[in-house]
């Protein structure tokens, strides 16, 4: 027994270890990743006034990126597998951070079209890679707690884009270049930078972290084999080759589809805002390219508070579909009033809204970690993913084409609130286990196993 609690106490340092040392290397690099994937937002009009690129070939220049995302993710994901998480989130940082950069040198529609599609397909895999990371390094007790705050530095990496892009658009006329020259190139080169860095940064693998030491690496390999083999029990026609073909019937389950549906609605939500959120605050009188780029910054900053406090309610229930539930009407009531409010109410409303939408996202991947089988889990979470990204194309575009033909948004934001209210309804027909929290698998150091059964919901 003695030795069951030391591993015990080596796992829970290692692991500790891990949240302080790699997860804020996570943390930059989603900051580059929103960075460039919204930075047209607060280009938007001045696209327009200097290429030529009007509101419908921006919506849908700005969804092209979703197309290739979706295209790519699970390829992406299969490439990820063989060359391994570190290699492959390096590729993916400085290959997107290159399409950002010759974003400053975009002359015509075509050409913004095209670099947006390579835009997407540069990135795909990034999101399925950092959590197959986490599969990699965090115990199954821990991997929600990892995901979740990973999911919720989405929200601050928003509210920094905003200020950010404000300040590098200012920079109107320096050394020659436009201040949208200025946004697309620094935040490229920045990405390519980062990237970089970020192979010498991360570990492949637990027995090459200098940072652990020989007996939490030990307590550490030892929890994560131990979850792997009661998560790849041999099926009796070939082993790993019949979890494969298991793995791929899995998902034709139509509880996979139904959350790819719910994601969509999630993701119509987040996008319409990322990309539309700054062309609705210039429409508050007397607003500027910096202070666009700080108003901006309100709606993300109230939902980085708002994730923090549904993260608390969530480590309480039983049942996650609930707060989901409340999370996605809030995002409808929000859009909606929104809708109808002066310029100014209305970036209150889209507050509000931010809180509900951001907030269901965590909520929503307890949901496959909990209701779906282990073997179906990984690559369920790439087709959720990217079928539920399609969103980011429906709405910029959707958006896009409602500006253009009727000059407001308005139309949109009442679509944007009946699907959430369509998302809320759909929630109910989800399964998930409710079962409580139980000590994780712990595999001592000197390897003599003890096992006990992992929570329902990391299961």
Same mark, same amino acid.
């Given at each position: ?60 220049? %700005? ?76 115990? /199954? ?6 995901? /979740? ?70 307590? @550490?390999?030892? %929890? ?125 409303? @889209? ?65 944007? %609130?009946?699907?959430?209210? @369509? ?37």
């Amino acid at each position: 027994m003695q030795s069951v609690d030391i591993a015990v106490t080596d796992l829970a340092s290692a692991t500790k270890k891990f949240f302080r040392r790699v997860l804020p290397i996570m943390l930059v690099m989603l900051v580059c990743n929103q960075l460039n994937r919204s930075n047209i937002g607060y280009a938007h009009e001045h696209l327009e006034a200097d290429v030529g690129i009007g509101a419908a070939a921006y919506g849908f220049g %700005a969804g092209l990126f979703f197309i290739a995302y979706a295209i790519f993710e699970l390829p992406s994901n299969v490439m990820m597998e063989k060359f391994g998480a570190r290699v492959w989130l390096t590729r993916i940082m400085v290959s997107w951070g290159i399409v950002s950069f010759l974003m400053a040198f975009v002359q015509n529609e075509m050409m913004f079209y095209v670099l947006r599609f390579l835009l997407g397909a540069a990135e795909a895999g990034f999101f399925p890679a950092v959590i197959f990371y986490f599969a990699r390094w965090v115990p /199954a007790g821990q991997r929600g707690k990892a995901t /979740a705050i990973f999911i919720a530095g989405s929200s601050v990496a928003a509210a920094l884009s905003g200020p950010i892009a404000g300040m590098l658009l200012s920079l109107q006329g320096a050394l020659g270049f436009r201040g949208w020259q200025w946004l697309f190139g620094f935040e490229g080169l920045l990405s390519v930078v980062v990237g970089i860095t970020v192979y010498f940064l991360l570990d492949a693998r637990i027995e090459d972290a200098k940072w652990l030491t020989l007996k939490e690496k030990a307590a @550490l390999i030892g %929890a994560i084999a131990s979850e792997d083999a009661r998560h790849n029990p041999a099926t009796g026609k070939g082993g790993e080759q019949g979890n494969k073909v298991n793995r791929w019937k899995m998902l034709l389950n139509p509880q996979i589809l139904l959350l790819c549906g719910i994601y969509f609605s999630v993701q119509l939500s987040i996008y319409a805002n990322t990309f539309w959120l700054p062309s609705i605050v210039k429409q508050i009188p007397g607003t500027t390219d910096l202070s666009v780029g700080f108003l901006s910054a309100i709606p993300w900053v109230c939902a980085v508070v708002a994730m923090y406090f549904a993260a608390k309610w969530q480590d309480k229930a039983t049942s996650k579909r609930p707060l989901l539930v409340v999370a996605l009407l809030v995002a409808a009531v929000g859009t909606f009033a929104a809708a109808v409010a002066t310029p100014v109410l209305a970036l209150v409303f @889209l507050a509000v809204a931010a809180m509900g939408f951001k907030s269901a996202s965590p909520l929503f991947w307890t949901i496959p970690q909990s209701g779906l089988h282990p073997l179906v889990l990984a690559p369920a979470i790439a087709v959720i993913n990217s079928l539920g990204n399609l969103g980011g194309f429906v709405a910029p575009f959707g958006f896009g084409i409602i500006k253009e033909q009727t000059g407001s948004v308005v139309p949109g934001l009442f679509a944007l %609130a009946a699907a959430s209210t @369509l998302a809320a309804g759909l929630v109910y027909f989800l399964k998930e286990r409710t079962t409580t929290a139980e000590p994780p698998a712990v595999v001592p150091a000197d390897g003599a196993a003890t096992v006990t059964r992992q929570p329902a919901a990391t299961r």
